[in-house]
């Protein structure tokens, strides 16, 4: 884990209009807290990617019962503070260290793990082993997490042979709302 006290992120994300509108008034966001969110509870967000985070409003609407009703993308200014950052070797590690944790506890009890869904898109393993990782931390009298930062592999080759995916895109949650340093409106023509 590190802290980038100076790095600030643009973030990304998806919504129903009327929360968007309410969020750029200065509402609060609302963490997600779904058994399935692959990077455990907190607000998620598309890095550099408003096209991605309107994407994922547009899918959400088509669901039922749908949550968004008028899809929507507002943007947001960044500071990831005491990162989980999954993309370097220590991130990694911590969570290897949860998952090993997550397992012993469970084979202990004769409880089997949580298992992500075969298309990839509920990841109940993956959020069971971030949640223990805050456990651990808070267990052990260490800082909590701020942000948790994650590449997330999903879609279709974008050509045969391929190991560059359609939809893969680089996803931050945020656990400390203090992280979330302003909201924008995203212009153009995309909402």
């Given at each position: 884990?590190?802290?980038?006290?100076?790095?600030?992120?643009?973030g990304?994300?998806?919504c129903?209009?009327?929360?968007?509108?309410?969020?750029?008034?200065?509402n609060?966001?609302?963490?997600?807290?779904?058994?399935?969110?692959?990077?455990?509870?907190?607000?998620?967000?598309?890095?550099?990617?408003?096209?991605?985070?309107?994407?994922?409003?547009?899918?959400?609407?088509?669901r039922?019962?749908?949550?968004v009703?008028?899809?929507?993308?507002?943007?947001?200014?960044?500071?990831?503070?005491?990162?989980?950052?999954?993309?370097?070797?220590?991130?990694?590690e911590?969570?290897?260290?949860?998952?090993?944790?997550?397992?012993?506890?469970?084979?202990?009890?004769?409880v089997?793990?949580?298992?992500?869904?075969?298309?990839?898109?509920?990841?109940?393993l993956?959020?069971?082993?971030?949640?223990?990782?805050?456990?651990?931390?808070?267990?052990?009298?260490?800082?909590?997490?701020d942000?948790v930062?994650?590449?997330?592999?999903?879609?279709?080759?974008?050509?045969?042979?391929?190991?560059?995916?359609?939809?893969?895109?680089i996803?931050?949650?945020?656990?400390?709302q203090?992280?979330?340093?302003?909201?924008?409106?995203?212009?153009?023509?995309?909402?």
């Open positions: 884990m590190h802290r980038l006290s100076s790095v600030f992120v643009l990304y994300h998806g129903d209009r009327k929360v968007g509108e309410r969020l750029l008034k200065g609060p966001f609302r963490a997600s807290n779904n058994e399935y969110d692959w990077l455990g509870p907190g607000i998620y967000f598309w890095e550099a990617d408003p096209q991605r985070g309107l994407d994922f409003a547009r899918d959400t609407a088509r039922k019962p749908a949550s009703r008028e899809p929507f993308v507002i943007g947001a200014v960044l500071e990831l503070g005491l990162c989980l950052d999954l993309t370097t070797a220590e991130g990694i911590w969570v290897r260290i949860a998952y090993d944790s997550l397992a012993r506890s469970t084979a202990a009890g004769g089997s793990l949580p298992a992500n869904s075969a298309d990839g898109l509920r990841r109940n993956d959020c069971a082993v971030i949640r223990r990782l805050h456990s651990i931390l808070e267990a052990q009298g260490l800082p909590a997490v942000a930062k994650g590449v997330f592999t999903e879609g279709k080759p974008i050509y045969p042979g391929a190991d560059f995916d359609e939809k893969t895109h996803q931050i949650v945020i656990r400390n203090n992280c979330i340093k302003g909201v924008f409106r995203v212009s153009g023509e995309r909402n």
